[in-house]
């Protein structure tokens, strides 16, 4: 038996002869919705998608040097930014620090003893927290925690170690390693 269907907005309306209903498939698309001018979602376009690649790699760029690259005008470039910037699809503009100049920089394995939803709670918020700690992953596989740490010289980790990790009494094992060089570095999302 074969299926017809039609093509609509936001979907597929499936057709059947023999059937006497009709059953709507509704298309969920991969990215976050923002909003149009009249309060209903839509999701992000291909210039929107433009304008992200080139903001993730300098979003020091003028909106009339993006504008230019996409073939849109300066303010409808700004409008777009300024939508994605309230959806959340642009979370943040910072400046990045390569942490090597000042700092030394730690790769952080973390396996609990006991699993519990309240103790991986309170781990997290410690987490966020701690201004030593850059990055915190909740990973799959042989460790439950992945930390990015920030610290002055090897004497300030160790004594960060024992303070937070040596003494939590959840924490079966850490593993640590240190950066030695930082070959590759992007937090870019290519659209």
Excluded at 31 to 48: Q, T, Y
Excluded at 111 to 138: H, N, R, T
Excluded at 151 to 162: F, N
């Amino acid at each position: 038996m074969g299926v017809d269907f039609q093509i609509i907005r936001g979907g597929f309306k499936l057709l059947s002869p023999k059937i006497a209903m009709q059953v709507t498939i509704l298309v969920i698309f991969w990215g976050k919705a923002e909003e149009n001018r009249c309060g209903k979602a839509k999701m992000i376009d291909n210039f929107d998608r433009a304008i992200l690649n080139i903001v993730q790699k300098d979003n020091q760029v003028t909106h009339a040097e993006i504008g230019a690259q996409v073939n849109l005008s300066a303010s409808s470039v700004r409008r777009r930014l300024k939508a994605m910037r309230k959806a959340k699809v642009i979370e943040a503009d910072v400046s990045v620090v390569d942490p090597g100049k000042e700092m030394i920089q730690a790769i952080v394995m973390v396996s609990f003893l006991k699993e519990s939803p309240e103790g991986y709670s309170a781990f997290k918020q410690q987490m966020i927290e701690d201004p030593s700690v850059a990055q915190c992953y909740s990973v799959s596989g042989e460790v439950d925690m992945v930390l990015i740490v920030n610290a002055p010289d090897l004497s300030s980790y160790e004594a960060w170690g024992e303070r937070v990790l040596m003494a939590n009494p959840m924490i079966r094992r850490n593993t640590t390693h240190i950066v030695w060089s930082r070959i590759k570095f992007s937090m870019a999302v290519e659209f």
